[in-house]
C-alpha cells in the first residue's frame, strides 16, 4: 500500500500490510473475540516459547470500518536500553455499514477485522531496528532476511544532520507527514537517505525577532519552521557536498518563502 507517514526509521511510505477478516454467521464476536485474536497475532510474530517476556497492549482507536477500534502494540527494547511501544496492527469489530455494504445482515452477521504491518512484525521478529534495512541492496543484508533468525547488525554508517529553516504559509502546512511526503518525492531514487525528518519548532511571523522576520522576507499569518533531516546511507559514507546538495533538494521542495537558503553552492 501507499500513504503518507512520518519518516523515521519505524516508517516508510510504501508498507506492505495483511489484512485479516473473521466473519460469522451464528453467535457474537465481541471484546473477548477481539481481545483472543490480538493475542494469537502477537503469539504468531512473537511466539512465547522464543520470546518469554514479550508485552503487548491494546489502547483505543477509531476507524472507518470497525466499531471499539483498538491499535495493537508491542514494547521492544532500544539500543540505549530504553523500551517504547511499537504499533503492529489496527483491529475492531466489522462495522455494521461494511457488513450491509457486503449484503450481510447486522442482524445476523458479526466479523473481526485486523490490518497488520508485515514490515513491522518482521522487524519485531528479527530485532531490526531500521526499518529501511528491509529494502537494503546490501548482500549482507539481504542474506539474513530469508529467514527468521534474530538480526545481526553489520557495518552502521555515520548519520549526517542538517537543520532546515522554512517559511511555510501556515502551521496547518508544518506537518511532518505531508512535509516527508514532499521530501520523499523530491528525493526520488535518494529518499532512503533520508532516515529521520522532524519538526522541531515552529513559530508565528508575531513571535520572531524583527530581524528575521526582514531577513525572510515573512508575511504575517506564515510560520517559521526549524526542521531537522538525518541522512544515513545504508551502504556508504555521505560527503558533505552530497549531505547538503540532499538538503538543499529537500529545501526547495517545502519552502515556500520568497528568500531561498541554499548551502550546497
Given at each position: 500500500m501507499y500513504r503518507r507517514d512520518a519518516i523515521d526509521r519505524t516508517h516508510v511510505g510504501a508498507p506492505h500490510q495483511v489484512d485479516l477478516w473473521r466473519i460469522k454467521s451464528r453467535g457474537l464476536l465481541g471484546a473477548a473475540e477481539l481481545h483472543t485474536m490480538m493475542a494469537a497475532v502477537v503469539e504468531a510474530v512473537l511466539p512465547a516459547e522464543e520470546y518469554p517476556d514479550v508485552r503487548w497492549r491494546a489502547t483505543p482507536s477509531k476507524h472507518s470500518y470497525t466499531a471499539a477500534g483498538r491499535q495493537l502494540d508491542v514494547q521492544i527494547a532500544l539500543p540505549d536500553g530504553r523500551r517504547e511501544w511499537l504499533e503492529l496492527a489496527e483491529c475492531g469489530l466489522v462495522a455494521a455499514p461494511i457488513l450491509r455494504g457486503s449484503g450481510l445482515d447486522p442482524r445476523r452477521w458479526a466479523g473481526l477485522a485486523l490490518g497488520m504491518g508485515l514490515d513491522r512484525a518482521l522487524m519485531l521478529r528479527k530485532g531490526i531496528?531500521?526499518?529501511?534495512?528491509?529494502?537494503?541492496?546490501?548482500?549482507?543484508v539481504q542474506a539474513q532476511l530469508l529467514d527468521l533468525q534474530p538480526y545481526r547488525p553489520v557495518s552502521v554508517m555515520p548519520e549526517v544532520r542538517r537543520d532546515l529553516s522554512l517559511v511555510l504559509a501556515n502551521a496547518a502546512d508544518a506537518d511532518a507527514?505531508?512535509?516527508?511526503d514532499l521530501a520523499r518525492s523530491a528525493l526520488?531514487?535518494?529518499?532512503?537517505?533520508?532516515?529521520?525528518?522532524?519538526?522541531?519548532a515552529v513559530t508565528p511571523t508575531a513571535e520572531l525577532p524583527p530581524a528575521a522576520v526582514e531577513r525572510l522576507r515573512m508575511a504575517p499569518g506564515e510560520v517559521n519552521v526549524l526542521l531537522r533531516l538525518v541522512l544515513q546511507p545504508l551502504d556508504r559514507t555521505l560527503t558533505d557536498q552530497e549531505a547538503n546538495g540532499l538538503r538543499d533538494r529537500v529545501y526547495l521542495a517545502l519552502h515556500q518563502g520568497l528568500v531561498p537558503e541554499l548551502i550546497a553552492g
Amino acid at each position: 500500500m501507499y500513504r503518507r507517514d512520518a519518516i523515521d526509521r519505524t516508517h516508510v511510505g510504501a508498507p506492505h500490510q495483511v489484512d485479516l477478516w473473521r466473519i460469522k454467521s451464528r453467535g457474537l464476536l465481541g471484546a473477548a473475540e477481539l481481545h483472543t485474536m490480538m493475542a494469537a497475532v502477537v503469539e504468531a510474530v512473537l511466539p512465547a516459547e522464543e520470546y518469554p517476556d514479550v508485552r503487548w497492549r491494546a489502547t483505543p482507536s477509531k476507524h472507518s470500518y470497525t466499531a471499539a477500534g483498538r491499535q495493537l502494540d508491542v514494547q521492544i527494547a532500544l539500543p540505549d536500553g530504553r523500551r517504547e511501544w511499537l504499533e503492529l496492527a489496527e483491529c475492531g469489530l466489522v462495522a455494521a455499514p461494511i457488513l450491509r455494504g457486503s449484503g450481510l445482515d447486522p442482524r445476523r452477521w458479526a466479523g473481526l477485522a485486523l490490518g497488520m504491518g508485515l514490515d513491522r512484525a518482521l522487524m519485531l521478529r528479527k530485532g531490526i531496528g531500521d526499518i529501511r534495512l528491509l529494502r537494503s541492496q546490501s548482500p549482507e543484508v539481504q542474506a539474513q532476511l530469508l529467514d527468521l533468525q534474530p538480526y545481526r547488525p553489520v557495518s552502521v554508517m555515520p548519520e549526517v544532520r542538517r537543520d532546515l529553516s522554512l517559511v511555510l504559509a501556515n502551521a496547518a502546512d508544518a506537518d511532518a507527514e505531508w512535509l516527508g511526503d514532499l521530501a520523499r518525492s523530491a528525493l526520488g531514487g535518494d529518499a532512503d537517505v533520508l532516515a529521520t525528518l522532524e519538526v522541531k519548532a515552529v513559530t508565528p511571523t508575531a513571535e520572531l525577532p524583527p530581524a528575521a522576520v526582514e531577513r525572510l522576507r515573512m508575511a504575517p499569518g506564515e510560520v517559521n519552521v526549524l526542521l531537522r533531516l538525518v541522512l544515513q546511507p545504508l551502504d556508504r559514507t555521505l560527503t558533505d557536498q552530497e549531505a547538503n546538495g540532499l538538503r538543499d533538494r529537500v529545501y526547495l521542495a517545502l519552502h515556500q518563502g520568497l528568500v531561498p537558503e541554499l548551502i550546497a553552492g
